[in-house]
Nanobody, 122 residues
Framework: QVPLVESGGGLVQPGGSLRLSCAAS????????MGWYRQAPGKQRELVAA???????NYADSVKGRFTISRDNAKNTVLLQMNSLKPEDTAVYYC????????????????WGQGTQVTVSS
């Protein structure tokens, strides 16, 4: 099983900032896209931000101008800088990676972290 480990979640006041980090390790042959999803209680999981191997980014409309996604290909790491946080940002945030893992002959697959809680207090 692929280790895809998140860190950086926590409790923050409205208007504050957090930085989430996710690192993949093991027999990684290629990482195509990395990103962050979130799921609030009673709601479906939604895409927050994603970044391709070439550096192209995509953001949910609700976070544009506030969140910034970046990656370090040498370290197989993706970061999410979250500024101007709002109570509606409260959710479990999940790291996602589409990777060729284990063998160069394998097709890319979707891998998920275990999630980290982000709470923006009212």
């Amino acid at each position: 099983q692929v280790p895809l480990v998140e860190s950086g979640g926590g409790l923050v006041q409205p208007g504050g900032s957090l930085r989430l980090s996710c690192a993949a390790s093991g027999s990684i042959f290629r990482i195509n896209t990395m990103g962050w999803y979130r799921q609030a209680p009673g709601k479906q999981r939604e895409l927050v931000a994603a970044i391709t191997s070439g550096g192209s980014t995509n953001y949910a409309d609700s976070v544009k101008g506030r969140f910034t996604i970046s990656r370090d290909n040498a370290k197989n790491t993706v970061l999410l800088q979250m500024n101007s946080l709002k109570p509606e940002d409260t959710a479990v945030y999940y790291c996602h990676a589409e990777m060729v893992y284990g063998s160069s002959w394998y097709k890319p697959r979707d891998y998920w972290g275990q999630g980290t809680q982000v709470t923006v207090s009212s």
